[in-house]
């Protein structure tokens, strides 16, 4: 079995439970979009995700319009990408000037992933802020690297992109119903500009599954995640109610959503965004494949104004989207001293 890289062992009170003895794995809510044209149903439907994102953060999505076709491509032309030799997938690597492509040793926390990633953009140019210093106003234009093979990866990224993107749009405009604020209340944050992102994750069968995770735990910084994962299973949620870690049981044909950071502060704690982490088996690879909407790099983060009084004042300063993505992801390279950037650092002291 050889040794395990000490940079991928986590610290002992990070460790999974393998084979856990008290699965609890259905309780994620399993909400149906396929009735949104009624409106008795639409409000059924807000409700529900309201539900959702208070008790858990996490729900999944059945009937949600993207084409079962294009979610079977997507999986296949990721497979063969990773299947390719390393100096293949190497030609299209990240680095430090351009943050896409393709990457085998990303840190979460400090303790290396078992699993290797290809990032690309929603949108093929997108403006960041070139730095993560505050007073360094520059901007940087990112672009995609495509890989040559398979041919037609990228026509079938973008396509994919397209179709989830719809559904993401959708689900923020239910969130945004379930907050009493009009449907559209996000979408300007988001219209021309958005920074988001799709991530293939590849996580290869793991001889030290005890030792290592595929994701280490962690927040998703953006406004909401869809997810797509295959039959395998290895996502836990830390459970809000007594802070277990609860799998999420994969259910065909569904995206996995949950509420990121800009969501908990958008909802001024209302909603919550939580933390989760993958777990390897020493068997099986997974493939997942999470759409990060993101927001324009230009984008103040705070809670809405809308939904604050004398009883619910604001819980955070306002931060800047752009600079706080670029600070998060300093530490995906290399070792940091400090913690990684979190929504906690901007709160306002009661
Ligand atoms: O692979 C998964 O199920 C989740 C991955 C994840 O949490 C992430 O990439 O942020
Ligand atoms: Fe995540």
């Known amino acids: 079995m050889g040794e395990i890289d000490p940079a991928f062992i986590q610290a002992t009170d990070q460790r999974p439970k393998l084979n856990p003895t008290n699965p609890v794995a259905d309780e994620i809510p399993i ?3 396929s009735v949104l044209s009624s409106p008795d149903e639409t409000r059924k439907v807000v409700s529900e995700i309201g539900h959702a994102c208070k008790n858990w953060g996490f729900f999944q999505v059945i009937n949600h319009g993207v084409p079962l076709e294009l979610a079977r491509k997507i999986e296949e032309v990721a497979k063969t990408f990773f299947e390719l030799p390393a100096e293949e997938k ?27 990633v290809f990032d690309f953009l929603v949108e093929d140019e ?10 360094d106003k520059e901007l940087r234009k990112l672009t995609n690297q495509w890989p040559q093979y398979p041919p037609e990866f990228r026509e079938v990224c973008q396509e994919y992109a397209r179709a989830v993107e719809k559904l993401a749009y959708k689900l923020l405009g239910l969130i945004a119903l379930g907050l009493d604020q009009p449907e559209n209340r996000f979408n300007d944050y988001f219209k021309d ?7 293939f994750n590849h996580y290869p069968p793991c001889p030290f599954p005890h030792l290592a995770l595929g ?18 299973g290895g996502l836990e949620v830390k ?10 049981t ?94 906690h650092h901007f709160r306002l002291p009661e």
């Open 31 to 33: 909400i149906d979009l």
């Open 90 to 116: 190497k030609k299209v690597k990240r680095d430090m000037l351009n943050a896409l492509g393709y990457h085998d040793g990303e840190n979460t926390k400090n303790v290396r992933d078992w699993k290797e």
């Open 126 to 135: 997108t403006l960041v802020p070139a730095s993560p210093e505050p007073d």
């Open 239 to 248: 459970r809000k109610s007594d802070g277990e870690w609860i799998p999420v």
């Open 250 to 343: 994969p259910t065909p044909n569904a995206y996995i959503i949950n509420v990121g950071d800009i969501v908990q502060v958008w909802s001024n704690d209302k909603y919550e965004s939580v933390e989760h982490r993958v777990v390897v088996n020493s068997e099986k690879e997974r493939f997942s494949v999470p759409f990060f909407f993101f927001p324009a790099h230009h984008v103040m983060v705070k809670p809405l104004e809308e939904l604050l009084s004398d009883e619910n004042p604001a819980k955070y300063r306002e931060y800047n989207w752009g600079k706080f993505y670029a600070t998060r992801n300093r530490s995906d390279f290399k070792k940091q001293e400090v913690e990684n950037i979190q929504i």
């Open 193 to 199: 500009q958005q920074t988001s992102l799709v991530r």
């Open 215 to 232: 994701v280490g735990r962690h927040k998703d910084a953006g406004a909401l995640t869809v997810l797509a994962q295959d039959d395998v």
